[in-house]
Structure formats: C-alpha cells, structure tokens
Nanobody, 125 residues
Framework: QVQLAESGGGLVQAGGSLRLSCAAS????????MGWFRQAAGKEREFVAA????????LYTDFTKGRFTISRDTAKNTVYLQVNSLKQEDTAVYYC??????????????????WGQGTQVTVSS
C-alpha cells in the first residue's frame, strides 16, 4: 500500500503564490508517476499536472501552463506543485495522486490507484 500526505494549502490572496507538497510512503518502489487533480465546489474533478518518474517529463493542461510547476524530490518521494499568480478560479480541493501502472493516460484519473485526502486552496480577491 501507498500513503500520500499533502500539505501547503490554505487561504491566499489573488496574485499570490503557494506550494503544495505531497509525500509518498509505503510501497513506492514501483511508482511510474505522480500528479495533482483538483475539484472546485459544484464542478467536476480536473487534471492539473503530472510528472513521469522514468524521464521526469511534466504534463500540464492549457489552464496550468505558465502558472503551475510540478517537480519532485526523488530521495524524499515527494512531489511539489508551485502555483503563481493565483486566481479566484483556482479555489478548489487539490488532490495528490500516484500511479504504479505502466500504461494509461496520465490525464485520466482512472490511471491513478492512490489519492491523497486533499488540501483546500482558497484564493480571495
């Protein structure tokens, strides 16, 4: 089993920055990727970013390119999400995810077998 522990959420003013962290523990020797999804109130869950373990390729979507940066610390089995120029529409619960699968679409939530509890990010005006 794998456990994911997220941290770094909170209340931030629009235009500000924050960094989310997610530490993986347990059976992490077969990780193929980690990432983040988010879900705003009343909206569907959406992909934010992911990083492939094998080659450190990072994946983003149109709304995260330029403001969001995903990175990892291999030694700590930790992935980070740096978010700059926060907007009110970034308000959501952010979930850390981890996959051991060798195939599948990184943008698809079904690829990920492990999900963190979620950390709330609230952006005020």
């Amino acid at each position: 089993q794998v456990q994911l522990a997220e941290s770094g959420g909170g209340l931030v003013q629009a235009g500000g920055s924050l960094r989310l962290s997610c530490a993986a523990s347990g059976r992490t020797f077969s990780v193929t990727g980690m990432g983040w999804f988010r879900q705003a109130a009343g909206k569907e869950r959406e992909f934010v970013a992911a990083i492939r373990w094998g080659d450190d390729t990072t994946l983003y979507t149109d709304f995260t390119k330029g403001r969001f940066t995903i990175s990892r610390d291999t030694a700590k089995n930790t992935v980070y999400l740096q978010v700059n120029s926060l907007k009110q529409e970034d308000t959501a619960v952010y979930y850390c995810v981890l996959t051991n699968r060798l195939s599948g679409n990184y943008y698809d939530p079904r690829r990920y077998d492990y999900w963190g509890q979620g950390t709330q990010v609230t952006v005020s005006s």
